[in-house]
């Protein structure tokens, strides 16, 4: 395996498989795009946290007093804005008290590196795991600011979790964050196309979330 790979997981589950191929099909409105994405998200979380901290606690069970495991830690969520909210509330399905961040990112369609406009943390952020979420890992390049943005907050246990995850990507990450695991429900090899997309993926998340471009083919043409 190449060492790039290394901090990758891409997870195999048929029900992930599913709902990915609807995702990446132009006939999938914003409101069904949306509810695939939080599910995704949500079945994601599972894996992804799964190294959470928990602490023994004494409670009155119906027939018995018990001791038995809560989280002993909280998280936050960082989404890279826009598309990255998108899956925020599957993971809150999990765990409601987490806590959210925002970085707000664009790409400059001609440079294609990240432009930044917002950036807002819990202030106790970095006391505790950070998972930042954006559908696509793409050219790496908002993924790395976005990661670079929370270390210099002081944030040291930072993952990343996306939907579709390029070998650009993963590899800028590797380069950049090797401390950084990378968690996806679709990995694609090879290059990207000539706008910095994934040739093999749902186009752009954002605006699909949105609803303010639309991939379905013009009927009347």
Do not use: W
């Amino acid at each position: 395996m190449e060492a790039y790979l290394s901090n990758l997981t891409v997870f195999n589950h048929p029900l992930i498989k599913h709902k990915v191929s609807h995702l990446c099909d132009v006939n999938t409105g914003t409101k069904e795009f949306s509810e695939l994405v939080k599910e995704l998200a949500m079945l994601m979380g599972y894996e992804t946290l799964k190294e959470l901290k928990t602490k023994d606690v004494e409670i009155q069970a119906p027939l018995q007093k018990i001791i038995t495991p809560v989280l002993a830690e909280d998280f936050t969520i960082v989404p890279i804005l826009r598309a990255g909210l998108g899956m925020v509330d599957g993971l809150r399905e999990l765990s409601p008290t987490a806590k959210v961040g925002h970085i707000g990112l664009y790409r400059d369609e001609e440079t294609l590196k990240p432009m930044t406009y917002y950036f807002k943390l819990p202030v106790d952020t970095a006391d505790g795991p950070v998972v930042v979420v954006d559908p696509a890992l793409a050219t790496g390049g908002s993924a790395d600011a976005a990661i670079q943005f929370l270390k210099d907050a002081g944030c040291k246990n930072i993952k990343f979790m996306c939907i579709f995850a390029s070998e650009v990507g993963i590899k800028l990450l590797y380069e950049k964050h090797p401390d950084v695991k990378i968690y996806a429900a679709n990995y694609a090899p090879g290059p990207l196309n000539e706008n910095g997309y994934i040739p093999t993926a749902a186009g752009d998340a954002g605006d699909r979330l949105c609803g303010t471009v639309s991939y379905k083919p013009n009927k009347n043409q």
